[in-house]
């Protein structure tokens, strides 16, 4: 407690009762006394403020009243969720609670380390507590629901309690154990997979959740991310941020926000210090600009106790892996098929007397057959049946799509490239148009002011000295107050710190260091009466404003050149003599407007209109006509290292670059020229369009021209939006830059939505599918090689699984017709299906990117999944391994003198051979050298020795759980050159054309 009353009067203590009654009930207490107020934030999360005010009355006596707040985390969050008035008059309003929560609201609070320490003690920090994930015993749980693996379990049982029945406990447990081991080995796998992506996707939600918000902390504004706000911080809003806490209105302009996240109403609502002053995390500026003073944050905040009570289901499946889910559906349902034709065809022939034993007996024989028996034998033909499900069903295709997209998506943070929806990886990999921003994108976005002209006349060097007083003042409060960004003047040094947007950032630090413009003095010495926020549309923003206490009022406004131009009637000269805007130099004006876009500048106008108050009122509308012109500036914003060759990448992809920008059509063209998406020599009649005449186009006009227009200038939020559809109606995969609020639209339209991670606002990130994180054109490109990458892969595979999956069901279906056996047992197979599925997939899903992804033409929206060349690699491996396979199954026990173990032993390593052999050519679609790059992928490698490895193991050591026998030399051998003859077959077939439009027939997918 803290008093400097040394003898209190006797009413005050009658009031420290009241006190000591308080400090018994809070665990902290903080008391503010008439002289000194002592804020202190204490480690409690639990506390309450006493305020004791003395007035002297007209007995000269002092009379104390004191007031309790309760601000504790807990009363702060409710205030501001419930939008509660009462409660914060009796705080004494946003003022108070900001001196309560010992914030200054000029400077913030203080960027000690040890008093952001405390604030995170007693408030929380800025973060969510998740609902728990899916245990590893969920995603074991959900494999085994697979309907493949509940059928092989059964026929384990049954062979279990059979195999035991018939041949003891110690030996009959052989053929059922070994199933249910290779299953729980097969889930095992599954659920590892499963769980690794589920962690990826939490790590990629919370990257993404990690956005930087603006400060004011020890007078100075700053970037730090979301999670590091603290209660009592001031955070800037502008258009197009999310609030990144609970908070109260100290001030600003225009200030609208979106709460239908939070409520659920699509209509803006206006936030003002006296109409409503409170701010919820989690909704969006969507208008205006100002601060506001965080009262909760995290679990406290009603964002947080939302979040809550959701439990966010983090598998998302791709349009992929849905088309994927059809094709094994498809070829399912043919294994199905042929599984029942095999299971009539064996027990026809088992009960006809067609089958024997292994000392050449007749397994049934009627009337002497025993029950057992019979159990036995039907066991072992529905294992047979089985065992064609299981080799028919491809299950490894959806999760060699989520290895991949998961391997991709890591690979791809590294690349600058942040993914937030799975799909976007394979759709990117499909794009056959982008349209792209220009500023901050295709160029750095670090503007500078190059050149200033006033009237007519450019100024050179010393600007404020060549100006007449009375246009330079105009000239500065035209830049200092009509601004977002804010000027700081540490005392450590002379050097101003700037900070805003890069055009607002240039143009301020051209005023501070050739207007030698005083932000501070200006501020204090204006009355700031009404704001235009900036408009996309309109291209400009304003600002009323009158000295303090004067009887001038200006009016100046600051936005794209023509457009201001057009609202001039006038403009100043050097001396500071206003002359009328006639015709002829309205032209003149035009053309120097045309001359700085023509060397790639942004042109930006001030203008400005005085008036007189009457009668002590103000109009609040600003004036749009009569105005008087200040000047141009000439913003330069250098085009990006490494665009211009990007966009020759993409040229050569096949990929049509188009650049939608809200600079005039002059200076729109020379940087599109700059960068290479357009050719200074040729025809750019058809090639450059401005947002007007597009959107006036007719519809069948539009269509017609859509494919030419590679630069739209002067575009709205609509007319990009209208392109983009226009562009999907035509077939295209359209994926679109965008960094502003305004372009949320269009992102959510596009196929692939590519938010700036940097100077993006986070309406457009969440509305974006993949997050640039250096804002740079390269990187786009660089996202596309990887979409490429991966849609390739995902290819490579299919074509690896299917071969195995289509030699498989041939040959056991083969045999078991003719033979009534199937050399290769449900064991044999899951341990293939493992193997192939799993490492397969791992092992092409991490191909790296090349450059001759990038030399062919884009897949588009209708290409088949499964093309001519896919069918014609797979059925020439397919076909050569079942004809391997079948010679062996025949004659191979003549071949090698051997009996029917060794036999189907030689059968069971020659095919998982073939596999690994198999997995090179899988590599290289089209190319005739699957080696390339081989020894740069050290994880394929890896898993090729793996396999191998594993097979030794299973043939040489496993021999009652894997059914096999131990091969000599030769015969090991023997397998490897059989297998290994699958790389010249590979290389001789890709001389076969297949131009054809169905090759021999077959389906596309």
């Known amino acids: 407690m803290f008093l400097d009353k040394a003898k209190p009067h006797k009413r005050l203590k009658k009031s420290f009762q009241a006190i000591y009654f308080v400090v018994s009930l809070a665990k902290n207490v903080i008391i503010n006394n008439t002289q000194i107020i002592l804020p202190r934030l204490l480690q409690s999360p639990s506390y309450v403020v006493i305020d004791i005010h003395s007035n002297h009355n007209d007995d000269n006596e002092d009379d104390h009243h004191i007031s309790f707040f309760d601000i504790s985390p807990n009363a702060l969050s409710t205030l501001v969720r419930e939008k509660d008035f009462h409660s914060l008059s009796q705080y004494g309003g946003i003022k108070e609670v900001a001196a309560i929560l010992g914030t200054d609201r000029k400077v913030g609070i203080t960027t000690e380390e040890s008093e952001i320490t405390r604030r995170i003690d007693v408030f929380g920090s800025n973060t969510y507590t998740k609902p728990a994930g899916k245990s590893f015993l969920s995603f074991v749980f959900d494999a085994f629901k697979d309907t493949t693996i509940i059928i092989l379990l059964a026929c384990a049982v049954l062979s279990l309690g059979f195999g035991i029945k018939q041949h003891g406990p110690k030996e009959g447990w052989y053929d059922g154990g070994s199933i249910i081991v290779a299953i729980v080995l097969v889930v095992a796998v599954s659920a590892v997979s499963n769980v690794k992506q589920s962690r990826q996707f939490e790590k990629l939600s919370s990257q993404s959740s990690d956005i930087k918000v603006e400060v004011v902390r020890g007078g100075r504004r700053q970037p730090i991310s979301i999670f590091e706000v603290v209660v009592g911080d001031i955070v ?59 009262t909760s944050v995290g679990m406290n905040t009603a964002w947080g106790m939302m979040m809550s009570l959701i439990n966010r289901d983090l598998d998302e499946q791709t349009p992929l892996q849905a088309r994927l889910n059809k094709l094994t559906s498809y070829i399912g349902k043919v294994g199905l098929l042929v599984a029942f034709l095999v299971l009539i065809a064996l027990t026809v022939r088992y009960f006809t007397g067609n089958t024997e034993d292994e000392h050449g007996n007749r397994e049934f024989t009627h009337g002497r057959t025993k029950a057992d028996d019979i159990t036995n034998a039907m066991v072992r033909i529905v294992a047979a049946a089985v065992t064609i499900v299981v080799v028919a069903i491809p299950e490894g295709l959806p999760l060699a799509v989520t290895l991949t997209l998961a391997y991709s998506m890591k690979r791809m943070m590294a690349d600058n490239a942040m993914v937030r929806k799975l799909s976007a990886c394979e759709t990117m990999g499909s794009a056959t148009t982008i349209c792209t921003d220009k500023t901050g994108t295709l160029t750095l976005n670090q503007m500078k002011v190059t050149e200033f002209w006033l009237g007519k006349e450019a100024m050179t060097d010393k600007t404020s000295q060549q100006i007449a007083p009375n246009v330079l003042e105009l000239l500065q409060e035209g830049v200092g107050l009509n601004t977002t960004g804010e000027v700081y003047r540490p005392l450590s040094t002379s050097t101003p710190e700037i900070s805003g947007s890069p055009t607002e950032s240039a143009i301020l630090s051209w005023a501070v260091f050739d207007l030698a413009m005083d932000v501070d003095e200006l501020k204090r010495s204006r009355d700031i009466l009404h704001v235009e926020a900036f408009n996309s549309e309109k291209k400009r923003s304003g600002v009323l404003a009158r000295r303090n206490s004067g009887e001038t009022v200006h009016a100046h406004w600051k936005g794209a050149a023509e457009m201001i131009l057009a609202m001039c009637s006038n403009y100043h000269v050097r001396c500071g003599r206003t002359t009328a805007m006639n015709d002829e130099a309205r032209v003149q004006f035009g053309m120097i407007i045309k001359d700085m876009a023509a060397k790639s500048l942004r042109c930006i106008a001030f203008a400005y209109k005085e008036d007189t108050v009457e009668s002590g009122e103000v109009t609040r509308k600003l004036e749009e006509t009569g105005l008087t012109l200040l000047g141009f500036v000439g913003l330069k914003d250098p085009c990006r290292p490494g665009v211009k060759s990007a966009v020759d990448s993409c040229r050569d992809a096949g990929v049509n670059i188009k650049m939608i920008t809200g600079d005039n059509v002059f200076t729109a063209k020379a940087i599109a020229i700059e960068c290479g998406i357009l050719q200074p020599y040729e025809d750019l009649n058809d090639a450059v369009v401005e947002g007007v005449t597009f959107r006036n186009y007719s519809d069948e006009e539009r269509m017609e021209k859509i494919s030419r227009i590679r630069v739209m200038a002067r575009s709205s939020p609509f007319d990009k939006l209208l392109m983009v559809q226009c562009l999907k109606q035509k077939g295209h995969v359209v994926a679109v830059t965008g960094d502003g609020t305004n372009d949320a639209p269009a992102l959510k339209e596009a196929d692939i939505g590519l938010a700036m991670g940097i100077q993006g606002t986070e309406v457009a990130k969440e509305s974006s599918d993949i997050v640039i994180l250096d804002d740079n054109f390269t990187s786009v490109v660089t996202v596309l090689k990887w979409g490429r990458c991966v849609y390739n892969n995902i290819q490579k595979f299919i074509q690896f699984q299917l071969t195995v999956n289509v030699a498989a069901l041939v040959i056991n279906f083969v045999a078991a017709i003719s033979s009534g056996e199937v050399p290769l047992t449900a064991v044999q197979l899951l341990w293939v299906n493992l193997i192939m599925d799993t490492l397969g997939a791992l092992a092409l899903a991490t191909e790296q990117p090349t450059n001759d992804l990038m030399t062919k033409q884009p897949v588009g929206r209708t290409a088949p999944l499964i093309t001519k060349v896919m069918w014609r690699n797979l059925i020439a491996q397919a076909a050569y391994q079942v004809i391997v396979l079948l010679i062996l199954q025949f004659k191979g026990s003549s071949i090698f003198g051997v009996n029917k173990q060794v036999k189907d032993t030689l059968i069971f390593n020659t095919f998982v051979l073939c596999q690994v052999f198999n997995e090179f050519n899988a590599r290289k679609l089209e190319k005739k050298n699957i080696f390339e790059g081989v020894l740069k992928n050290k994880l394929f490698l890896g898993i090729i020795g793996a396999t191998i490895v594993l097979q030794v193991v299973m043939v040489e050591f496993l021999k009652r759980f894997a059914n096999t026998e131990r091969l000599n030399w030769g015969q090991w051998s023997a397998c490897i050159l059989i297998a290994s003859l699958s790389w010249p077959i590979g290389w001789l077939v890709k001389f076969i054309p297949v131009s054809s439009k169905h090759f021999l027939g077959l389906p596309n997918y």
């Open 236 to 294: 800037c809003l502008k258009i197009g941020d999310q609030i990144p806490a609970d908070g109260l209105f100290l001030d600003g302009h225009s200030l609208k926000v979106d709460e239908s996240s939070m409520t659920g109403e699509s209509e803006y609502v206006k936030v003002n210090e006296v109409g409503n002053p409170f701010l919820l995390s989690g909704t969006k500026v969507t208008d205006g600009y100002g601060h506001m003073l965080v």
